[in-house]
């Protein structure tokens, strides 16, 4: 039995907190919201983000954040990736060098294009390198509030850091796998949230299973193609972080990526799908980031272009299909020649 302290109270924070305290840790929440930790803390619940779900009374919150990470093992960050730096800049004072370090985020950073391990080793220094883990994998919190099977990497560059985040998480519910390949795992579960943003895109449209399938699979083609790029291993996007993530996200109700990109589809205009939405849409600011960064590194990223011009500069959704239908002719296999 460990102490292990969440930092972010929303959806994803809670429900992995929940497989903490079911696996008999004693968790500690912080959430910067008094109101929450005071629910959290005399109804068990979190109304706004996991409604209709207990929560065991090993789980705890507490609004300050020193106390929340005093004596843990561990230190679990899901917030949002806008909100990771000034998050740890709260943090830095109260970390020490025995602390596993996991991030359970999707994201990257639009200006400079850093994954969240990246920004979360500027806040704290490079010393926590060998500390860090990310989570990541096809995991709707409201799927792993209700223990329904779920399965999830753990990557690190320290393999122990990863054993040490696999260990702490696993049970009969929700299975863990390790993996080495920290770049792939990251880009892998940020950038399905844009593929995510088009597959709504193209339900609210009215199209069908076969754009959808088209979307995912050409939409794995470029995330790899970035990836590789970035030195990840390309097998990595065949496993639960690539391939996995996106069919869950671009195939359920449950994904907010997806969700806010059907309202999209159907003529809503983005700052009203974002206010309606009322939690974090990651495929947003990334898709910012993945265009800048494909077209930094001469990268040919025609799906995420499509959707920047449609978030940024008003591009009417059908035209983007259409200029995807209608690119020059290529060959399938002609993006993947480099990793063979
Ligand atoms: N939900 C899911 O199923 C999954 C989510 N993720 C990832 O996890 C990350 C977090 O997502 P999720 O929990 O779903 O997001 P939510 O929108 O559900 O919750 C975000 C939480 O972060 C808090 N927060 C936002 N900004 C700050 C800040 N500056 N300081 C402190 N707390 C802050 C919010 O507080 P407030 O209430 O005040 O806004 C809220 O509690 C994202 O990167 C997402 O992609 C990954 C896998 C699954
Ligand atoms: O990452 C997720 C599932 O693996 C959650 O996706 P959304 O943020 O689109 O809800």
């Not at 209700?146 to 049970?171: C, G, R, W």
């Not at 995510?196 to 299973?209: N, P």
Request: glycine residues 8%; contains cysteine; hydrophobic residues 40%.
């Amino acid at each position: 039995m460990e102490q292990v302290a969440v930092i972010g109270a929303g959806s994803w924070g809670t429900a992995l907190a929940m497989v903490l305290a079911n696996n008999q840790h004693n968790v500690n929440v912080w959430s910067h919201r008094e109101d929450q930790v005071n629910e959290i803390n005399h109804h068990h619940t979190n109304s706004k983000y996991l409604p209709d779900v207990k929560l065991p009374s090993n789980l705890v919150a507490n609004a300050d954040i020193q106390e929340a990470v005093e004596n843990a093992k561990a230190i679990l960050l899901v917030v949002p990736t806008k909100a990771i730096r000034e998050v740890c800049r709260k943090l830095r004072p109260f970390i020490n060098t025995n602390q596993t370090l996991i991030h359970a985020s999707k994201g990257i950073e639009p200006e400079t294009h850093k994954r969240i391990s990246e920004m979360i080793e500027d806040e704290l220094g490079e010393g926590v390198h060998d500390q860090l883990v990310v989570l990541s994998g096809p995991s709707h919190a409201e799927e792993v509030a209700l223990k329904q099977p779920t399965t999830v990497t753990v990557s690190s560059y320290h393999l122990k850091s990863a054993e040490i985040a696999q260990d702490l998480f696993m049970n009969e519910h929700f299975r863990v796998y390790t993996n080495e390949d920290v770049v792939g795992v990251e880009i892998g579960g940020a950038l399905k949230n844009i593929i995510a943003l088009g597959a709504g895109i193209s339900d609210g449209l009215g199209y069908g299973d076969n754009a959808k399938a088209a979307l995912i699979t050409r939409g794995l083609a470029e995330i790899a193609r970035l990836g590789t790029q970035l030195n990840a291993n390309p097998l990595t996007f065949a496993g639960l972080t690539g391939v996995g993530d996106l069919i869950v996200t671009c195939t359920s109700q449950h994904s907010r990526n997806w969700r806010a990109g059907n309202m999209l589809g159907r003529g809503y205009v983005l700052q009203d799908v974002l206010d309606q939405m009322g939690m974090v849409v990651e495929g947003v600011r990334t898709t910012k980031a993945a265009y800048q960064l494909s077209q930094k590194l001469n990268i040919p990223m025609p799906i995420t272009e499509g959707l920047y011009e449609l978030l940024f500069d008003e591009k009417d959704p059908k035209h983007v299909v259409d200029d995807l239908m209608n690119r020059g002719k290529t060959k399938e296999l002609e993006d993947l020649s480099s990793f063979l």
